[in-house]
């Protein structure tokens, strides 16, 4: 890793559920730091402990031990109010199953966040994000209108338009077609490259990991390998290789 400056990072975090013999370790002393504007997939097979390090940076879940911070801010021990308005400030986040409101417009959902926060919109900054992902003729629909692709980029658009720190993307493209999976990537990636931001997205496909700069690779709760510059064919031989890459990657300590 460089110096640049990060938009978040854990700090040996420990993730357990259940106590004895249903105690489950989901993640074992992570330590990983994602620099702003910078594009970091995170994979890893079922119960890696993916979306659960997502969970925990976005202040979505607990942690056990360690710490996590979103930037300057350190989210490990903040109440349910600090907790609150660092997702509402900080924090984007974009998920598989779109969470629109289906009674709000195309326009109302993606201005629901500051609304909620009692904050003025940037239209300027609003009016770019919207033509960026192609949503202009779609403002005033609602999502049962809209296809899945124009639905899922009306939740990216959600993402950025209170300008976070870091968007945080779990399996974006999951419920979409390839077609418009490829949209919402071409996306995310140009809201990298045009506007500096930061994304962090768990997914499992090799194809979308190959849009982002870094990928972590999680398994048994650790991080066991990461990839700079992916290639679809480069993540695909290593998720090949994965059980060898596993085994050689032990773990230390324990809670």
């Known amino acids: 890793m460089t110096n640049a ?43 890696s402990g993916k979306s659960t390090l997502m969970h925990c940076l976005a202040g979505l879940d607990t942690i056990n031990r360690g710490t996590i911070h979103i930037g300057d801010t350190q989210v490990t021990g903040l109440s349910d109010r600090g907790l609150t308005k660092l997702r509402r400030t900080k924090v984007g986040f974009i998920f598989q199953q779109f969470n629109l409101l289906p009674t709000l417009t195309a326009e109302e959902n993606i201005l629901l966040p500051l609304s909620i926060g009692k904050r003025k919109p940037d239209m300027d900054w609003f009016n770019k994000v919207v033509d960026t992902v192609g949503l202009r003729d779609r403002l005033s629909h609602r999502p049962t209108q809209l296809s899945g692709g124009q639905q899922q980029r009306v939740a990216c658009a959600r993402a950025l338009v209170q300008r976070p720190d870091v968007v945080f993307a779990d399996e974006p493209t999951g419920n979409l077609d390839s077609r418009a999976g490829t949209e919402v990537l071409q996306f995310l990636r140009e809201s990298v490259d045009v506007f500096q931001q930061t994304i962090v997205m768990v997914t499992h496909d090799p194809v979308a990991a190959s849009y982002a700069d870094r990928v972590l690779f999680l398994a048994d709760g650790q991080v066991v390998d990461e990839m700079v510059d992916p290639t679809a064919d480069r993540v695909l031989d290593e998720l090949k290789r994965f059980d060898e890459i596993v085994q050689s990657a032990t773990p230390e300590g324990s809670v």
């Open 5 to 47: 400056p990060a938009a978040a990072r854990a700090d040996n975090v420990w993730k357990v559920y259940g106590h004895g013999e249903t105690q489950v370790v989901a993640l074992h002393g992570v330590s990983t730091t994602f620099e702003k504007g910078k594009f970091t997939a995170i994979m890893g097979p079922s119960g």
